[in-house]
């Protein structure tokens, strides 16, 4: 399959400019220089102000392939490059972290003490994979049962209203909706973010 994103830039020059990469992957400037500071994709970065960075044709391959692939969906965040995101914009404080635990859990209360991942990832708006990854990676707690994860409700809930979860390069829809679900009922009960209501 990566034969095909070789042959999709054989016109390109063997080491592309940040610019050359935006056209190719059809995404901002922004986007694209995020990428890149971030290390996601290799690269020479000269740190000048112009001509920064060079890419090798075959990481913009590779690059291209894996975002198909959608093995980047958990890297990239949704909406961080528009003023649309409010994950990223309108950070919890720590105290808001613990009511956001306590939260989740009353929210999921109905909800089975160890998920399936198709579970957990119907609860939270990702998908298997990425549920998967981050039971691999260690961030959320599970079972191995007959060949499939089963999740730990509690420490799925602790990680996304962990600072990391908050964190989350790329938010799903119903993370973000259950921020701000959160955040209305907060504010409802006279409570200000950052602040006290006299």
Known sequence: MEQDYIAILKDCPDWLSLEQFRAVAHISKRKAK???EKGI????????QTRRFQ???SDVAEFLRRR???????????GAFNSNNTLHTNPLLNTELEELFS???EEWADEP?????????????????TVNNWVADGKIQAVNYYGKNLVSKE??????????GQRIV????????????????????????GFMTL
């Open 34 to 36: 995020w990428l890149l």
């Open 68 to 78: 198909d692939a959608g093995e980047l969906n958990s890297i990239i965040p949704i």
């Open 155 to 164: 420490s799925l809930v602790e990680y996304l209203a962990s600072p990391e």
């Open 41 to 48: 994709i290799p690269c020479e970065d000269s740190g000048k």
């Open 113 to 129: 003490d160890m998920l399936t991942a198709k579970q957990a990832a119907d609860l939270t708006g990702y998908n298997d994979t």
């Open 170 to 193: 790329r938010p799903s829809q119903k993370h973000q909706e259950i921020i701000e679900s959160f955040k209305d009922r907060e504010q409802k009960s006279g409570m200000v973010f």
């Open 55 to 57: 890419i090798r044709r």
């Open 103 to 105: 939260f989740l859990m």
